[in-house]
């Protein structure tokens, strides 16, 4: 949910919540929508009926050009309109889309990509394999690339050079043998290749298309050209988007519900109102209506690999100081967060990797790790008096966090435990998501909420985050050779066992030095009509997936 999870890792979320039935925004569609219980039929342009689903955003959507957007919101809604050589199924396994199949050589790694016969951009022109090269060289050019490059980059052939401004686009291991044949070198063996092509950074583009709409591609929802499920027809950051089904889409005939409806709503208690008016099929609900909810037979919850944490900005005062990052590091209790402010399921995170995430024979990451830093409210005491000796004064802070409400909860939970536990007062600074996004950019900030969602199923999505990051600020400013030597060998060994060992101490050592501070591993309580079937939500990658989606 990259890198604000990614992702290799997003991957992401509370990204999407509920959904809200007739939202009509500026460039809508021609269809009536019928506001009724049960079946919503609509009247739609091809004359076919078909069902609608009622979405909404926890926030607004910061980007939606899939070569430099890198939050979960907006990877949401690309996976619902593109497509790459590969999709994730209903299990979370890639399975052919854009793709017909693939063969790998023996040395596994080079891998041929044959795509499938009449395929389509939603406005009739094939999908080629020239598509994915031009979109893959975009998102490495040094001009148009964004912060998820290395998801390319880190391994395919002449990526890094080629990012880097070193070479040119020849050099880099990606060859057209004809329309539907597609050859890419990778730098090392790399199992988890073929689930990297289901992710967003890895869909294609139509080169004359993009071209044309230059600097306005992907800011409207004519300036983008789908070959996913559905296509937008309408899009406003603030409001939200209108999906409809693509009927230039391979799969078509599986895709069954004929309108989406995605706005953006960041109040918990608003969406709960509009579910409980019919206006929404699905809800996410805030930590104080768990309880009254949790018996209902339209409850229930899911799990993500994503992490929340406190970034450290290393390059603002007072965070070039370790004894004060580790003294706000160690003073609060994520247990307390996870059980009496979020209560939806959420874990305490005592560690950076999600729960669940692969490690090695048969153990997750997190059972190979165990716990690195737990709250030590004396330790934190102790540190915070030495921090502002060194600083000759007691420092200001300010903690940035997002307008939503899981967002801003959480704020007011650490501003308080600073004040309990450390005595300070922290102030506390609340933006729009996209805002948010923008201040870490731009290393605008002390400390800031943030959270990163697994790309795919490997620690790799998360420590490569702060491996010489391509956004420094957004990272905390954090350079560490040791670090670096350990992921950088940990990318190219083949070696299982000793590849997650290197891994294992990378985690220990960005959490040593007060880098993040983790808060918890997400987790969320829902209610969903029971007419509404098949919304998938991918542990890691791109949530949700609508394909499959029904109302009955």
């Known amino acids: 949910m990259k890198k604000t999870w ?10 999407l919540m509920v959904l809200l039935a007739g939202c009509n925004f500026s460039g809508g569609s021609k269809e009536t929508v019928k ?60 399975q052919p889309a854009m793709a017909e199949s693939y063969e790998r050589s023996e040395d596994g790694l ?21 598509d994915f090269k031009y979109s893959w060289l975009r998102a490495m050019h040094p001009d148009t690339a964004g912060s998820y490059a290395s998801i390319l980059t880190d391994y395919i052939k002449g990526g890094a050079a080629y990012a880097a401004g070193e070479s040119d686009a020849d050099s880099v291991a990606i060859e057209v043998k004809n329309e539907k044949t597609l050859v890419v070198e990778l730098i090392q063996p790399t199992p988890f290749f073929v689930g990297l092509t289901a992710f967003v950074t890895y869909f294609p583009l139509n080169e004359a298309f993009t ?27 603030a409001q939200g988007v209108t999906m409809e089904k693509n009927p230039e889409y391979w799969d078509k005939d599986k895709v069954a519900v004929q309108k989406v409806n995605m706005k953006v709503i960041k109040e918990q208690s608003t969406a709960l109102n509009l579910y409980e008016a019919g206006e929404l099929d699905k809800v996410y609900l805030a930590s104080a209506d768990v309880n009254s ?24 005062e007072p965070f070039d100081n370790e004894n004060i990052r580790k003294a706000l590091q160690l003073a609060y209790d994520p247990q307390v ?53 060194e600083l000759g004064k007691t420092p200001s802070i300010d903690l940035l966090t997002a307008d939503d409400t899981v967002s801003k909860d959480t704020g007011t939970f650490l501003q308080s435990e ?14 729009p998501y996209s805002g948010r996004l923008d ?69 220990k050592i960005l959490l040593e030095d007060g880098i993040v501070g983790p808060l918890y591993y997400d987790g969320l309580s829902y209610l969903q009509k029971s007419n509404v079937k098949g919304i998938v939500t991918h542990p890691y990658g791109a949530s949700p997936d609508l394909k499959w989606a029904t109302v009955e």
């Not at 919101?73 to 690309?78: D, G, Q």
């Not at 044959?114 to 022109?125: A, E, M, V």
């Not at 709409?213 to 309408?234: R, S």
């Not at 024979?361 to 190979?368: A, H, M, P, V, Y």
């Open 6 to 15: 990614p992702k290799m890792m997003s991957f992401l979320l509370l990204s």
């Open 35 to 94: 506001k009724e219980e049960g079946e919503k039929p609509v009247e739609s342009t091809d004359g076919k009926s078909g069902s609608v689903l009622n979405l909404s955003l926890d926030n607004d959507i910061p980007d939606l050009n899939q070569v430099k957007t890198t939050d979960a919101i907006s990877f949401a809604i690309l996976n619902n309109v593109m497509e790459g050589l590969y999709r994730l199924d209903e299990n979370n396994e890639p």
């Open 110 to 130: 080079t891998y041929t990509f044959t795509l499938k016969d009449g395929i389509k951009w939603s406005n009739g022109d094939p999908v080629t394999a020239n």
């Open 211 to 237: 071209t044309e709409k230059g600097n306005d591609f992907g800011l409207t929802y004519e300036g983008i050209l789908y070959n996913g499920p559905y296509v937008l027809t309408a899009y406003d950051q």
């Open 293 to 316: 909810y949790k018996d209902s037979s339209e409850f229930n919850t899911e799990t993500e690999f994503r992490t929340y944490f406190i970034q450290f900005n290393l390059g603002k």
């Open 337 to 389: 967060l996870t059980d009496v402010i979020l209560n939806n399921g959420s874990e305490p995170a005592y560690g950076l990797v999600a729960t669940k995430m692969a490690g090695v024979d048969g153990k997750s990451f997190r059972e190979l790790q165990g716990d690195v830093i737990k709250p030590d409210i004396e330790k934190a005491k102790e540190l915070w008096v030495k921090g502002v000796e």
């Open 418 to 431: 600073y004040k309990k536990n450390l005595g300070i007062d922290v102030n506390l600074v609340t933006q």
């Open 439 to 507: 201040t870490m950019r731009a290393g605008d900030y002390q400390m800031g909420v943030n959270r990163w969602g697994a790309d795919f199923n490997d620690s790799i999505t998360y420590l490569d985050l702060w491996n010489a990051p391509s956004n420094p600020h957004f990272r905390g400013n954090y350079f560490n050779e040791k670090y670096d030597e350990l992921v950088n060998a940990a990318k190219s060994e083949a070696d299982e066992n000793v590849r997650i060992e290197k891994l294992l101490e990378a985690e």
